[in-house]
């Protein structure tokens, strides 16, 4: 059996919550083996945004990206963030190495097309070079990827944290055993979005649809299970969505909820 790789994505909530993103970080530190942390930051980009005059506009989940947003999404995820959480995991013992998409060429995108949305400088993954990635692994670095990649036009483009995450997952599983771990401010996905503690284990294709249908799950937590099942469906030995308080347990099966294409 290969070895054992995680890859982690931390959502923008958390990232926004110094004191939680900070015991965040020291249980990924404490992670044994090899691991990737891919990074949002949605909600610190809509707020430097904000300070600018600069107005957020979302369809879908996904950030309208026009120049001005561009340079926010460039200077807040590709500096401000990545950096921070870099320094941080420095800190905690783990020699994490910052990257957008574009360095080392590690993920390339193409701009989404305008069909009935123009969404800007918006990119849709075409490529990740896993050897890229892997090489930095086996250099005993930490990758720390932030949520831009690039286009062979030479184009900076944002792209969804989410996704970053499950096509690096992806990727990752040509050479690893690959366990993807969403973590983000609730407990897992919840039955009931006002009981905190409804958290449903085990998600399959079936009891997703039902869930969707009658509207339990919603809103940003849809493209997040998409991303999920195809994670899996492409090779992907397992993937959990679950509290950034609670990475340490999910790595062990323990906590949040775990995503299947059985039952
Ligand atoms: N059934 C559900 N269980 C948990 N969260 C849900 C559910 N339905 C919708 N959501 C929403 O999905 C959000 C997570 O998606 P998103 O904001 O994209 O997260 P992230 O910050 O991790 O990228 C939660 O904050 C929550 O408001
Ligand atoms: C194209 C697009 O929408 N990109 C996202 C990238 C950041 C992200 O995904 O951050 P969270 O994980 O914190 O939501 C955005 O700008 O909001």
Same mark, same amino acid.
């Given at each position: 059996m290969s070895q054992a790789l995680y890859v982690v994505k931390i959502g923008g909530n958390v990232i926004d919550n110094p004191d939680a993103c900070s015991k965040f970080l020291n249980d990924f530190a404490q992670l044994k083996g090899q691991k990737i942390l891919v990074h949002g930051g949605g909600k610190v980009a809509t707020q430097i945004a904000a300070k600018l005059q600069i107005e957020t506009q979302m369809v879908d989940g996904r950030r309208i990206t026009?120049?001005?947003?561009?340079?926010?999404?460039t200077m807040v995820y590709g500096g401000l963030v990545n950096k921070n959480l870099v320094a941080q995991l420095q800190a905690a013992g783990s020699n994490a190495i910052g990257l957008t998409g574009a360095d080392g060429g590690i993920i390339r995108s193409v701009k989404r097309p305008v069909k009935t949305i123009d969404y800007g400088f918006v990119g849709d993954i075409e490529e990740v070079n896993g050897q890229q990635i892997n090489a930095l692994l086996q250099s005993s670095l930490v990758p720390v990827i932030a949520p831009l990649t690039y286009s062979s036009e030479g184009l900076l483009l944002n792209t969804n944290a989410d996704t970053m995450a499950s096509a690096t997952a992806v990727a990752m599983s040509g050479f690893y055993e690959v366990n993807?771990? $969403?973590?983000?401010?609730?407990?897992?996905?919840?039955?009931?979005?006002?009981?905190?503690?409804?958290?449903?284990?085990?998600?399959?294709?079936?009891? $997703?649809? @039902? $869930?969707?249908?009658?509207?339990?799950?919603?809103?940003?937590?849809?493209?997040?299970?998409?991303?999920?099942?195809?994670?899996?469906?492409?090779?992907?030995?397992?993937? *959990?969505?679950?509290?950034?308080? @609670?990475?340490?347990?999910?790595?062990?099966?323990?906590?949040? *909820?775990?995503?299947?294409?059985?039952?």
């Amino acid at each position: 059996m290969s070895q054992a790789l995680y890859v982690v994505k931390i959502g923008g909530n958390v990232i926004d919550n110094p004191d939680a993103c900070s015991k965040f970080l020291n249980d990924f530190a404490q992670l044994k083996g090899q691991k990737i942390l891919v990074h949002g930051g949605g909600k610190v980009a809509t707020q430097i945004a904000a300070k600018l005059q600069i107005e957020t506009q979302m369809v879908d989940g996904r950030r309208i990206t026009d120049k001005p947003m561009l340079d926010v999404v460039t200077m807040v995820y590709g500096g401000l963030v990545n950096k921070n959480l870099v320094a941080q995991l420095q800190a905690a013992g783990s020699n994490a190495i910052g990257l957008t998409g574009a360095d080392g060429g590690i993920i390339r995108s193409v701009k989404r097309p305008v069909k009935t949305i123009d969404y800007g400088f918006v990119g849709d993954i075409e490529e990740v070079n896993g050897q890229q990635i892997n090489a930095l692994l086996q250099s005993s670095l930490v990758p720390v990827i932030a949520p831009l990649t690039y286009s062979s036009e030479g184009l900076l483009l944002n792209t969804n944290a989410d996704t970053m995450a499950s096509a690096t997952a992806v990727a990752m599983s040509g050479f690893y055993e690959v366990n993807l771990i $969403y973590c983000f401010e609730k407990k897992g996905v919840l039955s009931d979005p006002d009981d905190d503690n409804a958290v449903i284990s085990s998600l399959n294709p079936q009891s $997703y649809a @039902d $869930y969707k249908e009658s509207g339990v799950i919603n809103k940003g937590m849809i493209p997040k299970l998409d991303n999920a099942f195809a994670a899996l469906q492409a090779g992907v030995a397992q993937v *959990t969505i679950c509290h950034a308080d @609670d990475l340490a347990q999910a790595v062990a099966s323990a906590a949040g *909820t775990r995503i299947s294409m059985q039952g």
